[in-house]
């Protein structure tokens, strides 16, 4: 009995909503055409900017090489003060081959000068955050 109460009452709750939703459907006008000149280009807004990635993904302590870096096109309203730019070092992938990877980089992920360790520091400093110490025991 309480079965077949619960079916009617679900039963009219679904036939209800669907009587809502098809009546307010009805009630909107439809849509007029837009001109396809009046449709703004997305290009014709977004100013773009070359900006440093990875080409791959990498690990962290991998000695950077020319061919795990790549410049890419980002928008420049999401381009980052922290990301090296093609405009502020365009001979950024040669000067930065010989560094290390801090952290994991995934691939198309942008390059920041706080993940790469110079190249004449051991690999344990150039894990370490600014403000750490490792210690070397047996």
């Not at 077949?4 to 809502?20: C, I, T, Y």
């Not at 990877?101 to 190249?119: C, F, N, S, T």
Request: negative net charge; proline residues 7%.
């Amino acid at each position: 009995m309480l079965r077949s109460m619960l079916f009617v009452v679900a039963l009219s709750a679904g036939a209800l909503a669907a009587w809502l939703t098809l009546s307010i459907q009805g009630d909107e006008a439809p849509a007029a055409p837009l001109a396809v000149d009046s449709i703004p280009s997305p290009q014709a807004e977004l100013m773009m900017k070359e900006i440093l990635v990875a080409a791959a993904d990498l690990d962290s302590g991998t000695t950077v090489e020319e061919l795990h870096l790549e410049w890419a096109s980002w928008p420049e309203r999401a381009v980052s003060p922290a990301f090296i730019t093609k405009e502020s070092r365009p001979n950024a992938i040669t000067e930065l081959e010989g560094s290390s990877l801090r952290r994991v980089v995934a691939q198309g992920e942008p390059i920041r000068p706080e993940k790469l360790a110079d190249a004449k520091s051991g690999l344990l400093s150039a894990s370490l955050t600014p403000g750490k110490r490792a210690v070397a025991i047996r």
